[in-house]
Each structure stands twice: as C-alpha cells, then as structure tokens.
C-alpha cells in the first residue's frame, strides 16, 4: 500500500463525517429559510385581510354611520379603524384621507339649496 492510500484511508472517515455533516447543515438551512418564507408568507396574508376588512367596514358602516348622522360631519364621527394594527400606516391615512373627504363633500351637500326648491320658491313669489 502506497503512502498516499494509507493516508486516504486514515481521513476517509473524518471526510465522510464532514460531508454528513455539511448535508445536514445545508438541510436546516433550507429548512430554516422555507419556514421563514412560510411566516412572510401568512404575514403578508393577514396584512392583506385585515386592509380588505377594513375597505368593507368604511364602505358598510362607516360611511354610511357619518351620512346618517347630524351635520356638520367631522372624520372622527364614523368611529376608530376596525383593526388597530392598521394605524400609522400607509392605508390606514388613505382611510382617514377618505374619511375627511367624505365629511367635506357630505358637509357641502348640506349646504346646498336643493335645486327642485329655487324655481318653487320664485313662482310662490310671482303670485
């Protein structure tokens, strides 16, 4: 036996035993990552639901809560976001920027004169 098999053979179960445990260490790194992609994922989901239940809940209730109810209307009288986790964010202000809009268009509709009351009005003064 050469000199170079005898050394193989002496460091073939030490090289054996690294390439076992190089396969496991890249298995719990695959493993880690996949779990990791797994709660950005289911994170990403529920962020997601939480902004859909919030659209529906403005449309459902709180716009129609600040419609029926006395003038003039402020944001703050259709109540606090469904999901607090919402605030602060991007989405949440679009609500309040759409809230705020609402009561200035829902302020100046009652404002208005309906149009139907002009012309009844004049001809009231012309008999």
Not at 54 to 75: C, D
């Amino acid at each position: 036996m050469n000199e170079l098999t005898s050394i193989a053979l002496a460091l073939s179960p030490s090289l054996g035993t690294a390439c076992v445990a190089a396969g496991v260490l890249g298995h719990l790194k695959r493993t880690a990552a996949a779990r990791a992609r797994i709660a950005a994922d289911a994170e990403a989901a529920e962020r997601l639901s939480a902004r859909d239940e919030e659209a529906l809940h403005t449309a459902t209730v709180r716009l129609p809560t600040m419609a029926a109810g006395p003038r003039p209307v402020g944001e703050h009288c259709a109540g606090s976001l469904l999901h607090p986790s919402l605030v602060g964010t991007a989405f949440g202000e679009a609500q309040q920027v759409l809230l705020r809009q609402a009561a200035s268009l829902l302020n100046s509709v009652g404002q208005q004169v309906p149009s139907s009351a002009v012309p009844a009005a004049e001809g009231e003064r012309a008999l």
